[in-house]
DNA sequence: CCTGGTTATATAAAATTTTATATAGCGTTT
DNA sequence: AAACGCTATATAAAATTTTATATAACCAGG
């Protein structure tokens, strides 16, 4: 279904901006005058007056600055603070296309608002992005430690510093993006030994192979579905091969992990 | 100003979801009829049958299933695909209002969406976040070399592979949010000489030193006063101590570095 | 088979929004 | 001083939205 979104913004129960103000204040802009300005946007002068005026008044300061008499009659310009809002309005309308785009994304989970705005649109280099919630944190080491439990029931760890934790406000629960990049991730046979005690190590099936120039992209199935990526190098001696099916193990260090949140 | 945010999704030129409806919606699933949940939500039977009705043939599917005669009169629930539009239109929201909020920033460029979006209320552990654009793309060697051009000037220079390179549908011109964590941003004299060629070297004064207990945070103002963040560990070496004003050059490896773009 | 409270449907009335129309005032230009 | 084309303001008319009201149909349960 094709959504048109129409934003308005309210104060003290009034409109303050609607999609026909919008269409209103442009065609002043590009008119110069409120009466021709209300002909083509296809209101009445009356309509467009009150409009302005009311805009005006909310704001507290003019978003319409109008001239009575002189050359032509007078007219009416937008001011710099008019024409800031006519940007935010179009900036705010880009975000929410985003938004409704991410929304209408069947995988994003609606019970949780850092899902939709990881998917908004904003790709990152890092290639797999986790969603989880912090399970666990420790305070006492050099890098503060951050166990995060995956909707599949995964666990990973990532390394932060105290400061950073602090300034992302993490606490037991909260709702965390883990960015791993790519090329950060090592695959094994999932019945080898562990090599690295402190590496996170997430078993999963391998579900393709993409062989590329430089790098073999590896996409593994972790438990419930959750994708991953590996990307491992062609340059250097040869790879062990995994067959497409073949239980593997994917590592990868706690302090390349990056996380995000909200607010 | 406080806003409140109205959104209203409309398809085909006619209104699909709006805040009335929502309400409607909302109590319709809590009384369990259109006509409780008409008077519920102030609004007339008529209305919010125009409404329901309205509402299933747009979706091609029922929001609302209803039931005539029986025990009770019969009555109308909500169905799994009503309960879902509920949600999104709760995220739309959630998200609208980040937005407004990210756009009442005066810090924020409101000729780039990135940088709304950036600045959305999605924190990263990644202190560092400088927009600019591509300047130069080198996809010949193994890493993919990307140049960027900050906003003030500067140059920086960013190794991803190939394959994000594609993925992130880079080019020249295009907007991106280059991510560097803190810890990896390396400081020394301005005047002295550079040691690692490959690195980034951003110049700019030492504005702000924040002592911590693992770490020393240093806030350095490049050219523009665009801010920039290093953390250096008290651990080890003490390091060499500067002084507020003091000239300085900030340095981290390319490959460190995480871009972001939209879309 | 009757009852109750609902869905379903139609029509008229009321309320609200928008337009149409008219007029006064303004200040530069001619 | 007159003309011009606008702002500023008011009132009535038209259009649209919403409500009020009425009535038929529905069907499990007493």
């Known amino acids: 279904m094709e959504l048109d979104i129409l934003l308005t913004l309210q104060t003290a129960g009034r409109d303050f901006i609607n999609p026909k103000r919008i269409r209103l204040l442009e065609q002043i802009r590009e008119q ?15 309509f467009a007056w009150d409009a302005v005026a009311d805009m005006n008044a909310l704001a507290g300061r003019p978003l319409v600055s109008r001239e009575t008499g002189g050359k032509g009659g007078g007219g009416a310009r937008l001011t710099g603070y008019g024409e800031r809002l006519l940007n935010i309005y179009r900036l705010l309308n880009q975000i929410e296309a985003m938004a409704v785009a991410a929304v209408q994304d069947e ?25 989880g919630r912090v399970e666990q944190l420790n305070p006492n080491d050099i890098s503060h430690k951050v166990s995060v439990r995956l909707e599949n029931g995964d666990l990973i760890h990532a390394d932060i510093t105290e400061r950073s934790a602090r300034r992302l406000k993490l606490e037991t629960g909260k709702e965390v993006l883990a960015l791993v990049k790519a090329p950060w991730v090592q695959l094994a046979c999932a019945s080898e030994a562990p090599s690295e005690a402190r590496d996170n190590r997430l078993y999963g099936t391998l579900v393709g192979i993409d062989q590329g120039a430089e790098f073999d992209e590896y996409r593994i199935a972790l438990a419930g579905d959750e994708p991953l990526c590996a990307l491992v190098s062609r340059i250097g001696p040869p790879a062990t091969s995994f067959r497409i099916g073949e239980p593997l193990v994917a590592r990868f260090a706690p302090d390349q992990v990056i996380l995000a949140t909200l607010e």
Chains 1, 2 share one sequence.
Not at 32 to 46: H, P, Q, W
Not at 107 to 116: F, N, Y
């Open 107 to 131: 995988r994003v989970s609606l019970d949780s608002l850092l899902s939709v705005v990881s998917r908004m649109g904003l790709q990152t280099s890092a290639r797999n992005q986790l969603i």
């Open 32 to 46: 110069g005058s409120i009466s021709r300005g209300a002909k083509a946007a296809g209101v009445s002068y009356k």
